[in-house]
């Protein structure tokens, strides 16, 4: 699972921290969930004034948010974790019904509920947090 913040990261800012976890992505190393809502999430946030003056950029973002991401249905119910902030609430309501071993996010919401979610094995970290993890040595 990847939230917004983490895929602009990574695929618009190109972040040193998070271009691994593009790379990952596209190698398949990583599954990335996502709903229906989430993409638009997503092209609400291109469509704002930072954003919106690199057209041709926000193309290649949502591109690659439809050639990477297996889109999934909104679990039917919520998580366990209440988020804070209530348009993160589906990330981590996705993130423990798939069972994902990932939340990449730098949403200090998502971040708060860490400890909650790795009860059900799940972590919930920056994106260079999960490329330590990934590459370190098993």
């Known amino acids: 699972m990847i939230?917004?913040?983490?895929?602009?990261?990574a695929w618009w800012f190109e972040d040193p921290?998070?271009?691994?976890?593009?790379?990952?992505?596209?190698?398949?190393?990583?599954?990335?969930?996502?709903?229906?809502?989430?993409?638009?999430?997503?092209?609400?946030?291109?469509?704002?004034?930072?954003?919106?003056?690199?057209p041709d950029r926000c193309e290649r973002?949502?591109?690659?948010?439809?050639?990477?991401?297996?889109?999934?249905?909104?679990?039917?119910?919520?998580?366990m974790l209440t988020c804070l902030d209530p348009d993160d609430q589906g990330f981590i309501d996705l993130a423990l019904a798939h069972r994902a071993a990932w939340l990449i996010t730098r949403d200090r919401a998502l971040l708060d509920l860490?400890?909650?979610?790795?009860?059900?094995g799940c972590r919930i970290v920056p994106p260079w947090i999960w490329l330590a993890a990934a590459v370190a040595p098993t």
Do not use: C, H, Y
């Open 3 to 9: 939230d917004t913040n983490a895929i602009l990261d």
């Open 17 to 54: 921290r998070a271009i691994g976890l593009a790379r990952a992505v596209q190698a398949r190393q990583l599954r990335w969930l996502a709903t229906p809502a989430m993409r638009a999430e997503l092209q609400d946030v291109l469509g704002r004034a930072r954003f919106v003056k690199d």
């Open 61 to 79: 973002v949502l591109a690659s948010f439809g050639t990477w991401v297996e889109s999934v249905q909104a679990p039917a119910k919520a998580a």
């Open 114 to 120: 860490a400890r909650g979610a790795s009860a059900s």
